[in-house]
């Protein structure tokens, strides 16, 4: 199973930027979801989606400025991100559920950069 996950960069507050996350030799999945970690702090939840497309879940922070969304025919999940914060800045991590009774996630994608600037 491979995550590889894409489409950081950098960009000015209140810019966008939508990153993805290709899955290969994964089949099907529970839910997929996005986690970031600034320098110096613990990783942290950001979104989530199921197989179906929902529900989705996001972290209070970035509720009504990301959005998570998944193409099953190519077996990809997005995030969109607008309006970005200074805050937003992190390496951004996909990871996949495969096992539903679990109540973590079994693949982890290398992570893409996104530096929001002033």
């Known amino acids: 199973v491979q995550l590889q996950a894409s489409g950081g960069g950098l960009v000015q507050t209140g810019g966008s930027l939508r990153l993805s996350c290709a899955a290969s030799r994964l089949p099907s999945w529970y839910r997929m979801g996005w986690f970031r970690q600034a320098p110096g702090k613990e990783r942290e939840f950001v979104a989530t989606?199921?197989?179906?497309?929902?529900?989705?879940s996001y972290r209070n922070s970035v509720r009504g400025r990301f959005a998570i969304s998944r193409d099953i025919a190519k077996n990809a999940v997005y995030l969109q991100m607008n309006s970005l914060k200074l805050e937003d800045t992190a390496v951004y991590f996909c990871?996949?559920?495969?096992?539903?009774?679990?109540?973590?996630?079994?693949?982890w994608g290398q992570g893409t950069l996104v530096t929001v600037s002033s």
């Open positions: 990871a996949a559920q495969v096992d539903a009774a679990l109540s973590g996630y079994e693949y």
């Open positions: 989606i199921t197989w179906r497309g929902a529900p989705t």
